[in-house]
T-cell receptor, first 113, second 112 residues
């Protein structure tokens, strides 16, 4: 039973480019969460999605960031026109239902040059 | 506004000693308090969790103590081992949502 999968594990982008981060939840999990971890800091909630729906995006920056969880395929976190301040580790977590343990993936480490 | 405050930021303990990490929260709607362990380059992994209807929970060498009136909870690692060296995060979830609010983390080093 594979865990939460994220790819790529490392991503390097130049300022102004787009970054696409993918997350495949554990089998049977329909709830996906994205968190961002800046260097030497704790994780900060970004967005909570269920299949085809954004449930809570209160932690998402208002511009340049978007997320989706289509009916088929992985969840995608998209960052347009990246800036150096976007450099961070982005973690995805999934759970089978609400009020259940969240299982984290290994993260994608984004570096913006 | 940081809703979960964690201390210390770093901790060095001798092998066999007790590691103690403390967290305090402000939001009285929090009703689930997990602790996560994170090794370098890895995602956080759930270690142990507690709900506010109990004051203590023990799993092996790991114990959570919970003080609801003080809005504080702590992680105790008994007989600390070098393999416990990692970053530990406390977290909380409120009864209205499912997003985790994390503390700032404690980097634990257990010396042989």
């Amino acid at each position: 039973n594979a865990g939460v999968m994220q790819n790529p594990r490392h991503l390097v982008r130049r300022r102004g480019q787009e970054a696409r981060l993918r997350c495949s939840p554990m089998k049977g999990h329909s709830h996906v969460y994205w968190y961002r971890q800046l260097p030497e800091e704790g994780l900060k909630f970004m967005v909570y999605l269920q299949k085809e729906n954004i449930i809570d995006e209160s932690g998402m920056p208002k511009e340049r960031f978007s997320a989706e969880f289509p009916k088929e395929g992985p969840s995608i976190l998209r960052i347009q026109q990246v800036v150096r301040g976007d450099s961070a580790a982005y973690f995805c977590a999934s759970s089978p239902t609400l009020d259940n343990e969240q299982f984290f993936g290994p993260g994608t480490r984004l570096t913006v040059l | 506004q940081q809703q979960v405050k964690q201390s210390p930021q770093s901790l060095i303990v001798q092998k066999g000693g007790i590691s103690i990490i403390n967290c305090a929260y402000e939001n009285t709607a929090f009703d689930y308090f997990p602790w996560y362990q994170q090794f370098p380059g890895k995602g956080p992994a759930l270690l142990i969790a507690i709900r506010p209807d109990v004051s203590e929970k023990k799993e092996g060498r790991f114990t959570i103590s919970f003080n609801k009136s003080a809005k504080q909870f702590s992680l105790h690692i008994m007989d600390s081992q070098p393999g416990d060296s990692a970053t530990y995060f406390c977290a909380a979830i409120d009864n209205a949502g499912n997003m985790l609010t994390f503390g700032g983390g404690t980097r634990l080093m257990v010396k042989p």
